[in-house]
């Protein structure tokens, strides 16, 4: 099975959550956006295609033969058991697992909104008042209960404190390590200052970033930098 | 199977789409936070145990005998097959309904972030400004998005626009209908321009509220109604 990813290029975005998946498993996917071949107009052709009978809201989307799924966290769901990153046989461990890659994903909407509180079509430069304001209780109250959150699951795995769920990663440890590595990029004071506070989510990231296919990914071309264009922007002003 | 949903009673908010999926289906269901013998205090013991392996980050969470579901669309998902609310024996049929609904709950947070676009822990009247930026780019072209996006989904169905997938009502039809209610309730005005311009997302509503378990709900005092503690708030000022 070749899985064919449909995310915008030139940013990692919410794409690279689902990258990361699929390179942790060794996984045959081609990538679509970053595809000479492909590229825009083929995400471009899918969404204008209005005799799609499920058309997707927005990328990411994946297709795998003739099924098509879209937003991160159910594109996760679905390779979840097809990739080996989710408990086996353990109804309960997935919808676990799946919370938690939920809380993710919201989390990463608010690292988003920082930058753009007042809307998506207009430029950070048109609304950095209130992304200052925003900012400021970002960094105050939202990324201090996010971190504490998950370093508090991790302390309270009965397999111990290595990963999220049970005693092996599964997709959601994979997302906490992005999390953590475009947070570093984006507000690089406030983490200098929060991540002692949470040693086991840096432990945790550490850990991913070492797996073989891991560290092969984030060494290649195909590992995108964080940019202003992404989720994870870097503006001095907003790191207090 | 006795369902215990734990949400913060005196709002709709986010339980309102679970309690709906188990109403349509006549689930036996015990809702913590409105019981007299439970009520907040039980929701908060569930959130302060510092001793639970695997703790939610917020309501609403369901408890289903062991396992312990949270996130809305995670609950649904779980719901679905056992509540006859997902397409049978179609895993494709399964992720495109799910793939809605997480859409239609970023088109929820979308509505919330219009009256709180700095941050959740302050009031509304401290970030009233920056609502007023927000809600004109919201009516402006996020709802019309958003409406356009499922009046067309509802006309690719290869079985007819009466419900989003296949023939007979999904979970995520029921959070359509909950959408559009508190959209009305909250932009009355934007509503009654739009509308007319999405006539089979207004019929599924009107359907979805006729089902005879949803109208004995709708007519009793467990369905709670809109105000401005919740998630659809009307200020008339933000209803441009």
Same mark, same amino acid.
Do not use: F, I, P, R
């Given at each position: 099975m070749r899985y064919e990813l449909y995310y915008w290029p030139r940013i990692p975005g919410r794409g690279e959550f689902i990258r990361l998946a699929l390179e942790e498993a060794g996984a045959d996917y081609l990538d679509i956006g970053q595809s +000479?071949?492909?590229g825009v107009p083929a995400i471009s052709a899918c969404l204008d295609?209005?005799? +799609?009978p499920r058309p997707p809201f927005a990328p990411p989307f994946l297709k795998a033969g003739d099924i098509v799924v879209s937003h991160v966290a159910n594109i996760l769901q679905f390779l979840g058991p097809r990739l080996g990153l989710v408990p086996e046989d353990d109804e309960a461990g997935r919808f676990w697992v799946q919370g938690l890659q939920l809380t993710l994903c919201d989390w990463l909407l608010e690292v988003h909104d920082v930058h753009h509180p007042v809307g @998506?079509?207009? #430029? #950070?430069e048109q609304q950095r008042a209130e992304a200052r304001r925003c900012a400021s209780v970002f960094i105050g109250e939202r990324l201090p209960k996010f971190l504490g959150y998950f370093e508090h699951v991790l302390s309270r795995n009965p397999q111990g404190d +290595?990963?999220? @769920?049970?005693e092996s990663p599964t997709y959601a440890d994979l997302s906490l390590f992005q999390m953590v590595a475009g947070l570093r990029y984006a507000f690089p004071q406030a983490m200098q200052r929060l991540e002692p506070e949470n040693p086991a989510v840096s432990a945790l990231a550490a850990r991913v970033a070492e797996r073989p296919n891991i560290a092969a990914y984030l060494a290649s071309e195909r590992r995108q930098p964080f940019n202003e264009q992404g989720i994870f922007r870097h503006y001095p002003e907003l790191d207090g």
């Open positions: +000479a071949e492909h295609d209005t005799q +799609a @998506v079509s207009l #430029y #950070y +290595a990963w999220l @769920v049970g």
